[in-house]
């Protein structure tokens, strides 16, 4: 089972930017495709974006399409969420999620390991 740790949220104005860091032990960090997902108040959790295990592959949603950038860096095993000109619907609690396989669906329930989550909060 790896082991995910998210950092970086907080509360931020509308407009502002974020970024989270997520880091990894107990697996082969580099082997594996690695997502971010959100979840609001009374909904259901939601695809963010997910990245390759070489980092050549990644994939959005269309709500964070333009905004957010997923990146990371094998040598930390950390993968990082980039969260600029950020709307107050953004706010959630933003998690990180591993698979070992590409393409990344967006359904939470394909991921096998999540972290505990960290709360973004964009005040209008």
């Known amino acids: 089972q790896m082991h995910l740790v998210e950092s970086g949220g907080g509360l931020v104005q509308a407009g502002g930017s974020l970024r989270l860091s997520c880091t990894a032990s107990?697996?082969?960090?580099?082997?594996?495709?690695m997502g971010w997902f959100r979840q609001a108040p009374g909904k259901e959790r939601e695809f963010v974006a997910a990245i390759s295990w070489s980092g050549g592959g990644v994939y959005y949603a269309d709500s964070v399409k333009g905004r957010f950038t997923i990146s990371r860096g094998n040598y930390k095993s950390t993968v990082y969420l980039q969260m600029n000109s950020l709307k107050p619907e953004d706010t959630a609690v933003y998690y990180c999620?591993?698979?070992?396989?590409?393409?990344?669906?967006?359904?939470?329930?394909?991921?096998?390991?999540w972290g505990q989550g960290t709360q973004v909060t964009v005040s209008s």
């Open positions: 999620a591993a698979r070992p396989n590409w393409p990344p669906p967006t359904a939470a329930r394909e991921y096998n390991d």
């Open positions: 107990g697996r082969t960090f580099s082997s594996y495709t």
